[in-house]
């Protein structure tokens, strides 16, 4: 088996098209063809299926796709750092995370976790939790913070902590002036924000499942891509969103924020990373997690959380 023919399986995989496919490549269509058939005679499995337009993936082609994915992913993150490493003599360290969590415990990880290793490439990029999966498998990113609860078999997750949401309102609004927690039968009459529109499942189908629990129907939502879109659109008077707490270290002058009366209105945040990863820093970072933590830093008190993370 050949690395080039792992690269043309996964362009032929992702267009579902040979000839689609041979343009990208740059290449004719009959060798093309041949490679993925010598592929598939190795495996001895069928990965395509021919019958169908356009191309599907077997079972057997779904797999070795996302494996496939792996470890040409790998492969280029390993060119990558060791270019990077023997220009500067510094490793790159990737952390990916979604936008909420940079008002909460990513940045203060990052000081620490530079304080630890002075040498280390640290780099944080914003994504989706479903997101967050992908690249870690693709070894885009070699940590991930985010907030849905995904499985996967090649992913490992810990549980940090659970973070109390609460109701960002306009601050004209009159439930600005109400003390106290706000009930979810007050979105009922509201025009509900939600973020993110893509990819899903996202925060925005925990929200809904919240109020599904709740038996509580939105007068009417309106899907948007980002927190802070979410939140400006809530200062503009256009509707109210449910936002997690540290959200308000965001902006407080046009948007106020009340306290949802009811115990399971939080919301996680799951730390991953690949199982098995060669990288030994994790063991090192849930350590600095744990010591963060135990500081009880201000941006830990506002966003009320639940400790479920002890290093």
């Known amino acids: 088996?050949?690395?080039?023919?792992?690269?043309?399986f996964v362009v032929v995989a992702h267009t579902r098209n040979v000839s689609r496919a041979a343009e990208e490549l740059h290449i004719a269509q009959p060798p093309l063809s041949r490679q993925i058939q010598n592929l598939e005679a190795e495996l001895?499995?069928?990965?395509?299926?021919?019958?169908?337009?356009?191309?599907?993936?077997?079972?057997?082609?779904?797999?070795?796709y996302e494996q496939a994915l792996q470890i040409l992913g790998r492969l280029a993150q390993l060119k990558d750092q060791t270019?990077?490493?023997?220009?500067?003599?510094?490793?790159?360290?990737?952390?990916?995370?979604?936008?909420?969590?940079?008002?909460?415990?990513?940045?203060?990880?990052?000081?620490?976790?530079?304080?630890?290793?002075?040498?280390?490439?640290i780099e944080i990029l914003e994504m989706m939790s479903s997101?967050?999966?992908?690249?870690?498998?693709?070894?885009?990113?070699?940590?991930?913070?985010?907030?849905?609860?995904?499985?996967?078999?090649?992913?490992?997750?810990?549980?940090?902590?659970?973070?109390?949401?609460v109701l960002a309102i306009p601050v004209e609004h009159p439930l600005a002036q109400v003390a106290g927690p706000v009930n979810w039968s007050v979105l009922s009459e509201e025009t509900l924000i939600l973020y993110p529109s893509q990819p899903r499942p996202s925060f925005a189908d925990e929200v809904l499942s919240l109020l599904a629990d709740a038996r509580i129907a939105p007068?009417?939502?309106?899907?948007?891509?980002e927190l802070q879109t979410a939140m400006g659109l809530v200062a503009s008077g256009i509707g109210v969103a449910v936002v997690p707490a540290s959200a308000q270290r965001l902006r407080s002058s046009d948007v106020s924020f009340r306290p949802i009366d009811d115990p399971k209105a939080v919301?996680?945040?799951?730390?991953?990373?690949?199982?098995?990863?060669?990288?030994?820093?994790?063991?090192?970072?849930?350590?600095?997690?744990?010591?963060?933590?135990?500081?009880?830093?201000?941006?830990?008190?506002?966003?009320?959380?639940?400790?479920?993370?002890?290093?």
């Not at 088996?1 to 043309?8: A, F, G, S, T, V």
């Open 267 to 311: 919301s996680p945040i799951i730390m991953s990373y690949r199982i098995n990863d060669a990288n030994n820093r994790i063991d090192e970072i849930k350590e600095l997690i744990g010591q963060m933590y135990a500081a009880k830093p201000d941006w830990l008190a506002l966003s009320e959380s639940q400790i479920r993370f002890t290093g």
């Open 1 to 8: 088996m050949e690395l080039r023919q792992l690269r043309y």
């Open 83 to 121: 270019q990077e490493i023997g220009a500067t003599g510094r490793t790159r360290f990737v952390i990916g995370c979604v936008a909420s969590t940079l008002y909460g415990g990513t940045p203060d990880l990052v000081r620490r976790m530079r304080a630890r290793w002075p040498n280390l490439q």
């Open 131 to 165: 997101e967050q999966i992908t690249a870690l498998k693709e070894g885009r990113i070699d940590l991930g913070f985010g907030r849905v609860r995904l499985a996967d078999p090649a992913i490992e997750r810990v549980r940090l902590r659970e973070e109390a949401l």
């Open 44 to 64: 001895g499995v069928k990965l395509l299926d021919r019958s169908a337009r356009p191309l599907q993936l077997t079972e057997a082609g779904r797999f070795f």
């Open 219 to 225: 007068a009417a939502t309106r899907e948007v891509r």
